[in-house]
């Protein structure tokens, strides 16, 4: 499941939700993105999106990760608008029998969603606001999964 | 065609969303950007560094190269940055 | 943080317990394991444990793995005593600034415990009682954290 | 030194905890493993396959190796499982 939203989120009630009514789950691995202050530097960042796109990205994200790895459950919940040093950005979190499937499928949901789903952050500090930059390492991150097998593990 | 654009791009171009008719010979995203180009100020300053300028068709990424025949939004943005 | 504890836990409120008081996080991840019903072959587990040496072990591993990765903190959580299917085992958490290091510290966490900290799992089924057996893919995956740079990730 | 049985080499013990003197020669886990095996038919029984039994000392994890001079504790068990 994707959700595009500018609400916060609550990891508890996410996993809650995921693991409501069924029992067949062994791993949760969750992942929360966090707008962090580099020692006061930012007051405030905004996340500008495109919406209609964003949507259709995140699933077809989604839809990639459930094709690779063995998931029971999965859900992405991206914010946008100005948040705030320590509010939640984004949400990740995925459910499988064991931990390798859950693990690795959250790492690729996230390193998918940082190169592909069309989200901009702009911080606003004392000196003004700047476009955050994207960063080669991600892309590197991304890069790594099309050089592994795509067979869904156990 | 309707063109929007983000972040940036936006801002320098001094426009979010328009509908344009290029003509003919404009077949790619490039000639599309070249085109652009020459519409103004604005739009020579955003698309300045055209080869770190991500686009797409449709709500689909697409390379510079492709074609934009059929398209109905093609989208230019900086590389993202969510997550 | 480690706490090995009978009662269940709840990951929201741990989450929202490292993140207190502070914005200089930018990623969190959590495993939750879980009580897995295989086709209703299990009607209740029970933890048992060595009292003293759980938590000097947890201790340990958490120490190496604060060693190892570049955390901002870390919390393990793990259950004794008898749980039902779909009831909460474990949680792991891990705080970054980056979430390269909050991902593979809580996978390393987790490869360990599992490989070291003295719990044995007892399931109760309609077929009478038994142990679970050790799988030979846990030591294999501790054994990989021995093959890898000690190295701090940023 | 106080010895510790847990899980299945507990249930086949038949006991959890018990203070033992071995005789002098009984120098590392495995001679212990040994001695304990010759006390009875549970303790055979439990440490028949004395290759899958790990032992801690001192709340340590130990190797069958490993000298037991100056052990205030040690521990009998299966492979662990938790997490």
């Known amino acids: 499941m994707i959700r595009v939203q500018r609400e916060d989120f609550d990891v508890g009630a996410e996993i809650a939700r995921i693991k409501a009514r069924r029992s067949d789950i062994g791993a949760i691995v969750t992942f929360t993105g966090t707008v962090r202050d580099r020692d006061g530097a930012v007051a405030a960042m905004t996340l500008e999106h495109y919406p209609g796109m964003t949507e259709a990205e995140l699933a077809r994200v989604e839809a990639e990760a459930c094709a690779r790895f063995a998931l029971q459950a999965s859900l992405i919940v991206h914010r946008y608008g100005t948040l705030e040093p320590g509010d939640n950005i984004v949400l990740v979190a995925t459910a499988s029998e064991h931990r390798e499937a859950a693990f690795e499928a959250a790492r690729f949901l996230m390193d998918y969603l940082k190169t592909r789903a069309p989200f901009w952050k702009r911080e606003d500090g004392p000196s003004g606001a700047r476009w955050v930059e994207a960063e080669a390492r991600d892309e590197a991150a991304t890069a790594r999964w099309s050089k592994e097998p795509a067979a869904k593990q156990p | ?83």
């Open chain 2, 1 to 83: 065609m309707r063109l929007l654009y983000f972040a940036w791009v936006k801002e320098k171009a001094g426009i979010a969303a328009e509908e344009v008719a290029p003509p003919d010979g404009v077949a790619t995203v490039a000639e599309l950007i070249d085109w652009l180009k020459g519409r103004g100020p604005e739009f020579a300053h955003a698309f300045a560094r055209a080869e770190v300028i991500r686009a797409a068709i449709d709500q689909r990424h697409v390379r510079h190269d492709a074609p934009i025949a059929g398209a109905r939004e093609i989208a230019f943005f900086p590389p993202v940055t969510g997550g």
